[in-house]
């Protein structure tokens, strides 16, 4: 799963508590969230749950094992502090 619009690096984001759907198929117009464009493609989107605001590194690279987050997988090394097997930062 690659984000047409962030390449491979991660999208770091700051979310609101909520329940969120990560797109796994590329094609939806609000990437990095599904808009199920997906119908018919056999991709489903990743389901993930926040139970209060915080800055996500969502992964876009697709090597990540902790998806819909970033786990450094691609090299890429979250601020000091941050969680990376969540792809969460602290503040």
């Known amino acids: 799963m690659t984000s047409k619009k962030n390449g491979d ?4 984001m700051t979310l609101d508590p909520g329940v969120y759907y990560r ?5 939806s117009e609000h990437l990095p969230f599904c808009d199920e464009s997906h119908s018919g493609t056999g991709s489903h989107p990743i389901r ?5 605001r915080q800055t996500v590194y969502l992964c876009a690279c697709g090597r990540s094992k902790q998806q819909p987050f970033c786990d450094g ?3 890429f090394q979250p601020p000091c502090g941050a969680n990376p097997d969540k792809g969460v930062d602290p503040g």
């Open 9 to 12: 690096m991660p999208i770091r």
């Open 23 to 27: 797109c796994t198929c590329g094609r």
């Open 48 to 52: 993930f749950e926040l139970s209060e």
């Open 73 to 75: 997988g691609c090299g």
